[in-house]
Nanobody, 124 residues
Framework: QVQLVESGGGLVQAGGSLRLSCAASGGTFSRYAMGWFRQAPGKEREFVAAVSRSGGIRNYADSVKGRFAVSRDNGKNTVYLQMNSPKPEDTAVYYC?????????????????WGQGTQVTVSA
């Protein structure tokens, strides 16, 4: 059983930066690809980014490509999402999740474990 706890959310101005963290415990972190998803009010949960078990493969949603960066530190059992130049439409609850596959799926139902989420609000 893997427990995931996100942190780092909050209010940020458009064009600023924010870094989300997700700390894992209770399992072997390096056996999971890690993903970030988000959900805005009234919308479905959507894929943001994923990083493979080793960190060598990173995938992004088109809407964040070039602005967000996902990374992981297997020594610290932590995955990060660096949000640069956020836009008001990035406002959502952000979730990290663990996928037993190697590279991390775009689909939320492929993930076995989820954090509780952290709110990110981007002001114009």
């Amino acid at each position: 059983q893997v427990q995931l706890v996100e942190s780092g959310g909050g209010l940020v101005q458009a064009g600023g930066s924010l870094r989300l963290s997700c700390a894992a415990s209770g399992g072997t972190f390096s056996r999971y690809a890690m993903g970030w998803f988000r959900q805005a009010p009234g919308k479905e949960r959507e894929f943001v980014a994923a990083v493979s078990r080793s960190g060598g493969i990173r995938n992004y949603a088109d809407s964040v490509k070039g602005r967000f960066a996902v990374s992981r530190d297997n020594g610290k059992n932590t995955v990060y999402l660096q949000m640069n130049s956020p836009k008001p439409e990035d406002t959502a609850v952000y979730y990290c999740a663990a996928d037993p596959a190697y590279s991390g799926s775009y689909y939320p139902n492929e993930y076995d474990y989820w954090g509780q989420g952290t709110q990110v609000t981007v002001s114009a």
